[in-house]
Structures are given as structure tokens and as C-alpha cells.
């Protein structure tokens, strides 16, 4: 028999069978559910891009959305994340700088996730297969069913949200009629986040960085006006967030991105940053002097212009702070080759005399060893790429 038509028979599989696979529930066991998806999985996979014969009919891609529905959108089970949360207020951030902020280093496992698992590698499959007519994904999947996705983004099981993660970037690619309001429904997302906590806001920065570069590399207009409305609304704000250490750099990498794509935007984030820096709490400022390094790589000299007076006054405290994490982050700004370097040599006449009381008579007698070592350092380089500002600065604070 040919080869061909051997590979065909194969993959079919009679409407008893669909309508089996389609009926699996949550109650049924593992191994019934391996067998019965792993025979829809070949039936999604087989045939070709141009092979049109093979197209999904409507009621096939009915069931299926109806078989993913039904397993997916549920009651989420009690997260052991959000005891890790919980601790991270009552003993604060420092606890997790310390140990590397290693958070989710004992994770919360849904017991579930192997049936899960099948249900997320069915919907990506059938979604992705080039014989899935896309008028069957705009027909079949609705705001209702995208607004149900972003909810388990709640879900306590990282390998979840990263499964949701894959399948929400997948529909944005193919769905463009609804990205404006998968848009709009994940902002708002971050809008309700601000003094909540979300398990999924790692996740959802990781699909919002996919889509202002994919945005961005198909009109090449740099960042559009709804993003940086959103980016003023939703994301800097985040930064006030009592959860923010845990999902701190997600965030820094989310904006490092905006401001990599339009350099001026710069200046907007630097300001919106210093409008929620830390008063009190010092060691939440460790995250904002991530965030800050990771928007001045990006930093043109004319921008920097508007900012730096405000922002070195607030580095200037960091450098004495008894938080030695937060004292350490701040001096090694100074020590960072590249752009940061090159904006502070072209604009240390104004930044030395900000930072000089606090790095050369607090930071040196700090507390810890390290810090005075690494303010010793820090000092010196600085004398030796200005040595007259450096001696007019030790006069006046004489």
C-alpha cells in the first residue's frame, strides 16, 4: 500500500471518536485521558498547509472549544503563593533581596496540571494547525471566552500561567480584529493590581513586552499612544504596589523595553518612578535602583537633562542607607561601564555636588565593611575624572 495513503488512514478518526475525545471531563482518570487526547493531538497534527481537504469542519472546532472550555474555566484551587505573599508584607522585600529573591522557590502545584497540561497542548495545537480555518477562530473565539482566559491568570501553578502565556500570544497573532480589546482587558488587569495582589502580573508583563515588539516590528512606528497612556496608567504605578517584590523585574524588564523602543519616554518613567519612591521602607528603593539602571542603558544625554538633578538627589540618600543591599545597588551605579557611565562623566559637575556629603562622610563610615570598601572605590574614580570639582567639593564641605 502506498506510504501516502498508509500516513491517511492513520490519522482518521470516525465522529464516535470525536465525539468521545470532546466528552472527557475533569473526573476522568489520567491514563483514559492520555489515550483519548494523544489520538485528537494526531488528528490535529496530520495533513498539510495547502492540503484544504483536511480542513477542521465547524463542528469539529465547536466540540473542541467546547471541550476546552469545560476543563479550563473552573473554581481555582487555594494558592500556597499567596502565604508567600503574605510573608513577603509581614517580614518585608529585604528577606527575598537577601536570598536572591528566589521567591517561588517552594511553588504551588495544581493537582490537576496533568490533565490541564493536555487540555493547554490540545487548544495550542488546534489553534496553530494551518488547517483551522480562521474564520472558525473568529467565530468561536469571543471576548467571553478571552475574559475567561485572563481570569485563570489567577491560577497558583506557574506552569499554567506560562501555558496561558503561549496560548494568548497565539490568538493576539491570529485574532487581530480583537487585539484592540485584548489590549483594553489586560490593561485593566493592571489598573485593579495596583494595591491588589495577582498572581498572573509576571505573566501578563511577559505577553505585554511580546506585544509592543511585535506592534512595534509590524508599523515601525515606534510606541503607539494607547501603550504609553498605558504606560502612565497601569504600569509606573505598579512601582507604589505593596506586591512589588514579587514581580519587580518583570516590571523594570517591561519598561527597560518601552524605553528601549522610544528613547524619549525616558524621562516620563524616571519622573513617574520618583513620584512613588519609597519614603519610608528602605529597602522597596532596592527595586526602583533596579528599575532606574535598567531605563539610563537606554538614556539619550538630552533626556537625561530633565531628570537628573531630582533622581541624584534620591540616589544621594541611597548611597548612606543602613539597608547595605540598597547602599550597594546605588554606589555600583557609578561603577556600571557603557551609557551610565558615559552620562555620569558628561554630567558630573551638577551629580557630584548632589551625592558628595552623602558618599564621602556617611557612606565611608558605614556599617558595613563592603559598603565603605566600595564607597572608597567609587570616590576615587570620580576624583580622578575631575580632580578640581573634587577638591571644590571637599572645601565646601569643610
Given at each position: 500500500m502506498d506510504e501516502n495513503l498508509k500516513k491517511r488512514k492513520?490519522?482518521?478518526?470516525n465522529k464516535r471518536n470525536i465525539k468521545s475525545c470532546c466528552s472527557v471531563t475533569v473526573r476522568e482518570k489520567i491514563l483514559l485521558e492520555k489515550s483519548n487526547f494523544e489520538t485528537l493531538f494526531t488528528y490535529v497534527s496530520c495533513g498539510g498547509r495547502n492540503d484544504h481537504r483536511l480542513n477542521f469542519s465547524k463542528v469539529f472546532f465547536r466540540e473542541s472549544i467546547h471541550l476546552v472550555s469545560s476543563n479550563l474555566f473552573r473554581t481555582l484551587p487555594y494558592s500556597s503563593e499567596t502565604a508567600n505573599a503574605a510573608a513577603a508584607i509581614q517580614f518585608g522585600e529585604s528577606f527575598y533581596i537577601k536570598k536572591n529573591r528566589n521567591i517561588n522557590s517552594i511553588s504551588f502545584e495544581d493537582p490537576g496540571w496533568p490533565h490541564l497540561e493536555l487540555v493547554y497542548r490540545f487548544l495550542l495545537l488546534l489553534l496553530q494547525s494551518p488547517r483551522t480555518d480562521p474564520q472558525l477562530i473568529i467565530s468561536f473565539i469571543q471576548p467571553s471566552f478571552i475574559l475567561k482566559l485572563l481570569n485563570l491568570f489567577q491560577s497558583g501553578d506557574?506552569?499554567?500561567?506560562?501555558?496561558?502565556?503561549?496560548?494568548?500570544?497565539?490568538?493576539?497573532?491570529?485574532?487581530?480584529?480583537?487585539?484592540?480589546?485584548?489590549?483594553?482587558?489586560?490593561?485593566?488587569?493592571?489598573?485593579?493590581?495596583?494595591?491588589?495582589?495577582?498572581?498572573?502580573?509576571?505573566?501578563?508583563?511577559?505577553?505585554?513586552?511580546?506585544?509592543?515588539?511585535?506592534?512595534?516590528?509590524?508599523?515601525d512606528l515606534g510606541v503607539q499612544e494607547e501603550f504609553k497612556l498605558f504606560l502612565v496608567r497601569g504600569l509606573i504605578p505598579l512601582y507604589k504596589s505593596k506586591w512589588l517584590v514579587l514581580f519587580s523585574s518583570h516590571l523594570n524588564s517591561c519598561i527597560e523595553n518601552f524605553v528601549e523602543t522610544d528613547c524619549k519616554l525616558a524621562d516620563t518613567v524616571i519622573q513617574g518612578m520618583l513620584r512613588?519612591?519609597?519614603?519610608?521602607?528602605?529597602?522597596?528603593?532596592?527595586?526602583?535602583?533596579?528599575?532606574?539602571?535598567?531605563?539610563?542603558?537606554?538614556?539619550?544625554?538630552?533626556?537625561?537633562?530633565?531628570?537628573?538633578?531630582?533622581?541624584?538627589?534620591?540616589?544621594?540618600?541611597?548611597?548612606?542607607?543602613?539597608?547595605?543591599?540598597?547602599?550597594e545597588k546605588g554606589l555600583s551605579l557609578f561603577n556600571i561601564h557603557g551609557n551610565i557611565q558615559y552620562l555620569v562623566?558628561?554630567?558630573?559637575?551638577?551629580?557630584?555636588?548632589?551625592?558628595f556629603t552623602d558618599l564621602e562622610t556617611k557612606a565611608r563610615n558605614h556599617w558595613r565593611p563592603e559598603i565603605q570598601k566600595l564607597a572608597h572605590d567609587v570616590g576615587n574614580s570620580l576624583l580622578i575624572i575631575d580632580t578640581e570639582l573634587f577638591e571644590v567639593c571637599w572645601m565646601h564641605l569643610k
Open positions: 492513520r490519522c482518521i478518526i506557574a506552569r499554567e500561567r506560562d501555558a496561558l502565556v503561549s496560548v494568548l500570544q497565539v490568538i493576539y497573532q491570529k485574532l487581530h480584529v480583537h487585539r484592540r480589546f485584548i489590549r483594553k482587558s489586560v490593561f485593566n488587569v493592571f489598573y485593579c493590581c495596583v494595591n491588589e495582589k495577582h498572581n498572573g502580573i509576571p505573566d501578563l508583563l511577559i505577553f505585554l513586552r511580546s506585544i509592543v515588539e511585535e506592534e512595534e516590528e509590524e508599523y512613588h519612591w519609597p519614603i519610608t521602607g528602605s529597602s522597596r528603593e532596592y527595586f526602583f535602583l533596579e528599575g532606574v539602571e535598567k531605563v539610563l542603558w537606554e538614556t539619550k544625554p538630552d533626556d537625561f537633562q530633565h531628570f537628573v538633578i531630582p533622581l541624584f538627589h534620591r540616589i544621594a540618600s541611597c548611597l548612606s542607607s543602613p539597608h547595605y543591599k540598597v547602599a562623566k558628561q554630567n558630573l559637575d551638577v551629580i557630584l555636588p548632589i551625592i
